[in-house]
T-cell receptor
Framework: DAGITQSPRHKVTETGTPVTLRCHQT?????MYWYRQDPGHGLRLIHY???????DKGEVSDGYSVSRSKTEDFLLTLESATSSQTSVYFC??????????FGPGTRLTVT | KQEVTQIPAALSVPEGENLVLNCSFT??????LQWFRQDPGKGLTSLLL?????REQTSGRLNASLDKSSGRSTLYIAASQPGDSATYLC????????????FGKGTKLTVNP
């Protein structure tokens, strides 16, 4: 398995609070991604990074920000969590235009 | 806008049966297509990646085919086993940068002993 970890694995938070999810890789891959997975919508890209400090928006980026200060870490921040952001969040990595490898996911509940 | 569809949404088969999962996409201008497996409560596991210049890829009991002109891919599973029970997703890379994969919603496969 690709060396990808996500933390925390589960989190419950209240509406309006900021939340940061962490993705850590040991593969030295250039690309990193954040997705959310929801019933009826499938997997949707939130943000991605193509290098240190190089990020871009995905399909559903509103309400989310990201940062990548090191090759191995990609952080996803919910600036002010809302109930609509209750979801399972997946991090993925890839090297150029090749296969994407996924982390185990973080289940976030916003109450 | 590229759209990916997987039909059926769920499939139940007896153990030992050979089966085919379908994936269709609306824009034939893709760079590659990837098949994933997802077990309940887990992340996605990459199964096979087919480049646009290829017609099929094989890994063990799995064979994935790609027909760009018709906008279709199939995942063939031979001699299915209960351990194959999972949700199978396909995703297309429309641009070659791998950064904006478009996913189908998956087919949930149950293999009954």
């Amino acid at each position: 398995d690709a060396g990808i970890t996500q933390s925390p694995r589960h989190k419950v938070t209240e509406t309006g609070t900021p939340v940061t999810l962490r993705c850590h890789q040991t593969e030295n891959h250039r690309y990193m991604y954040w997705y959310r997975q929801d019933p009826g919508h499938g997997l949707r890209l939130i943000h991605y990074s193509y290098g240190v400090k190089d990020t871009d928006k995905g399909e559903v980026s509103d309400g989310y920000s990201v940062s990548r200060s090191k090759t191995e870490d990609f952080l996803l921040t919910l600036e002010s969590a809302t109930s609509s952001q209750t979801s399972v969040y997946f991090c993925a990595i890839s090297e150029a235009a090749y296969e994407q490898y996924f982390g185990p996911g973080t289940r976030l509940t916003v109450t | 806008k590229q759209e990916v569809t997987q039909i059926p949404a769920a499939l139940s088969v007896p153990e030992g049966e050979n089966l085919v999962l379908n994936c269709s996409f609306t824009d034939s201008a893709i760079y590659n297509l990837q098949w994933f497996r997802q077990d309940p409560g887990k992340g996605l596991t990459s199964l096979l990646l087919i480049q646009s210049s290829q017609r099929e890829q094989t890994s063990g009991r799995l064979n994935a085919s790609l027909d760009k002109s018709s906008g279709r891919s199939t995942l063939y599973i031979a001699a299915s086993q209960p351990g194959d029970s999972a949700t199978y997703l396909c995703a297309v890379d429309p641009q070659g940068g791998s950064e904006k994969l478009v996913f189908g919603k998956g087919t949930k496969l149950t293999v009954n002993p």
